[in-house]
């Protein structure tokens, strides 16, 4: 997908204010049992279509609204996935601006997830 230098400049913007792991980071994390919530922040169509099992579905259409009354605790770490990377950053650093000190976006996102060998569905 092409996109626009606006966009991408909103990305690398929140980019410097959020934390990010790779697919080897995640896997790391889920292997060691380290506690926490995996965001598909993809839209509806996108999650219809296959997401990790165990995943939380909260487009980035509505997880602003959505995640307190879902996930309450501020402390929670949240590894949030989009399709590329791009609209997870944007989600994990409103995250934090609502108090999230745990928010991570995961680069590369479902691309990289439905090649890393965890379960899907």
Not at 3 to 31: C, W
Not at 99 to 109: E, P
Request: proline share 2%.
């Amino acid at each position: 997908m092409i996109h626009s230098q606006e966009f991408l400049n909103l990305v690398n913007d929140a980019k410097t204010r959020v934390k990010e792991t790779n697919i080897e980071g995640y896997k790391q994390m889920r292997e060691s049992g380290v506690p926490h919530v995996l965001v598909d922040t993809r839209e509806d169509h996108e999650w219809a279509a296959g997401h990790v099992a165990g995943a939380v579905h909260m487009s980035r259409g509505i997880i602003e609204r959505d995640i307190v009354g879902q996930i309450p605790d501020k402390s929670t770490t949240l590894v949030v996935y989009c399709g590329g990377g791009f609209r997870s950053a944007l989600a994990a650093d409103n995250l934090q601006k609502m108090g999230y000190t745990n928010a991570i976006s995961l680069d590369g996102g479902w691309g990289v997830l439905k090649e890393s060998g965890l379960p899907l569905e």
